[in-house]
C-alpha cells in the first residue's frame, strides 16, 4: 500500500514495539490514588494548574496552564461516546547524580489512548519519538522536540494536524516523577534479555529487581540496545507490564501513600471526578478489549540529516480509520497533512497487541505484517 513497491521486511532482533502500559499504568497510578486516597484528594487541585505553556519568545513560562483548544476535541455527535488522552513521559527536571547529567525538555514517551465508553474498550496509538512532523513546527522536524518549543496544549495542536484525531485531555509524568514512583513501590523485577551499559549502570542477563534510577536508564537506553529506539520502545513495554504486575499486588494503604508522589510529577487537566469515573470504567475493561497501535512507518533520513521515524501514510490511514474513528468519517491517506518521507519496509505496518498479550509475555509477533 506504500509508495515503494518492493518493500522488504526487516525484523529488529530486540521484538515487538509497545508502550500502550504507560498510558494504562499512568491511568491506574492516577485513578488508583485517586480512588484510594479520594477524601484526602478532594481539594486537589489538577496539576495543570502548575504545567508549563511558551511565551512569546518562545520560552517554556511555568505557572500558567495548559488548556487544550475546543476546535481540537472529540466532536459534538461523538462526545459521551468516546475520549481521548494525551499521554506523555517528559524528559525534563530529572538530575541523575550518579552520571552528572541534567536533561532536556524532551517528550520521549508520546501516545494518544481512546477510551470508547459504549464498547468498553480502549485503543491506543504509540507515536515515536522521532516521528517527523516538519521544521515548521519543531526545532528539530521531530515530535519530541514539540513540547519545548509549545508546551503540552501545542503537541496535541501538532498531533491532531498531522493525524486529524481530536485530543481532549492530557496526562503527562516527568522522569523525576517516573523513578519515584519505582522507588516508592519498592522497586520493579524484571527479566533482562542482554547486556548494555548506560551511564555506569550494567544491565546483564537474568532476573533483576530495579531501583527508581535503574529504571530510568532501562527504559532509556537506545544506542547500544538491539533495535535502536524500537527496542527501546519494546523495553518500555516490558518494563510496564512488570511494573502494573507490581502495582496490582499493592493494598489500598500503599496505593495511597502513593499520592504525594504522583501528585508532584504527573500534570493533568483531569477533574478528580472525572478521573475516577473513567478509572472506575477502564477497570471494568476486558484486557482483551484494550489494543496498541505503533505509528506505522520506519527509521529514514529526513532532508536536514536527521535520522527519523517516517509515517507509512496509507497504512496509518487504515489504522486511525479502523481504530480511531468509530463515530466519525474516514479520512483517506491523501487528506493526512503528514509526510511520508521513506517507504521501503513494511515491518511496523501492522505492529499491534493487547494487554493480555503483554502480561501474559507475548510479544503480539504473529501479528506483524
Do not use: C
Amino acid at each position: 500500500m506504500g509508495m515503494a513497491k518492493d518493500k522488504h521486511r526487516s525484523k529488529p532482533p530486540f521484538g515487538r514495539t509497545n508502550g500502550i502500559l504507560l498510558a494504562v499504568s499512568i491511568l491506574l497510578i492516577v485513578g488508583s490514588v485517586l480512588l484510594a486516597g479520594y477524601t484526602s484528594l478532594m481539594n486537589w487541585t489538577p496539576l495543570a494548574e502548575v504545567e508549563e505553556s511558551v511565551n512569546s519568545e518562545g520560552s517554556v513560562v511555568e505557572g500558567s496552564v495548559a488548556v487544550i483548544d475546543e476546535d481540537i476535541k472529540t466532536p459534538e455527535e461523538a462526545k459521551n461516546r468516546t475520549v481521548n488522552f494525551l499521554i506523555a513521559g517528559i524528559d525534563y527536571n530529572t538530575t541523575d547524580a550518579t552520571a552528572g547529567l541534567s536533561r532536556g525538555k524532551l517528550t520521549d514517551v508520546i501516545m494518544v489512548v481512546q477510551i470508547d465508553l459504549e464498547t468498553g474498550s480502549v485503543d491506543a496509538l504509540q507515536i515515536p519519538r522521532d516521528t517527523w512532523v516538519g521544521t515548521n513546527v519543531s526545532s528539530t522536524g521531530k515530535i519530541n522536540a514539540v513540547y519545548a518549543l509549545s508546551g503540552i496544549d501545542g503537541l496535541a495542536e501538532v498531533i491532531y494536524d498531522r493525524l486529524l484525531i481530536p485530543i481532549d485531555h492530557y496526562v503527562t509524568v516527568d522522569m523525576d516523577g517516573f523513578i519515584a514512583i519505582v522507588d516508592a513501590i519498592g522497586g520493579v523485577t524484571i527479566d533482562i534479555d542482554e547486556t548494555f551499559t548506560l551511564e555506569g549502570v550494567t544491565f546483564t542477563p537474568g532476573t533483576r529487581t530495579l531501583s527508581g534510577i535503574e529504571a530510568e536508564k532501562f527504559v532509556r537506553e537506545r544506542h547500544n540496545r538491539s533495535g535502536g529506539d524500537i527496542g527501546r520502545i519494546g523495553a518500555q513495554r516490558q518494563f510496564l507490564a512488570a511494573m502494573l504486575s507490581e502495582m496490582k499486588a499493592l493494598s489500598a494503604s500503599e496505593l495511597t501513600s502513593l499520592a504525594p508522589v504522583v501528585m508532584g510529577h504527573v500534570s493533568t487537566d483531569l477533574s478528580v471526578g472525572t478521573a475516577l469515573s473513567l478509572v472506575q470504567a477502564i477497570l471494568g475493561m476486558d484486557t482483551d478489549n484494550m489494543s496498541f497501535y505503533t505509528l506505522p512507518g520506519q527509521t529514514a533520513t529526513a532532508y536536514n540529516g536527521q535520522s527519523i521515524w517516517s509515517a507509512h501514510k496509507d497504512e496509518l490511514a487504515a489504522v486511525l480509520n479502523d481504530n480511531f474513528r468509530p463515530y466519525s468519517d474516514k479520512v483517506p491517506a491523501e487528506n493526512l497533512p503528514i509526510e511520508e518521507v521513506a517507504n521501503s519496509t513494511d515491518y511496523y505496518d501492522d505492529d499491534f497487541t493487547t494487554v493480555t498479550d503483554i502480561l501474559e509475555g507475548d510479544d503480539g509477533e504473529e501479528n506483524a505484517a
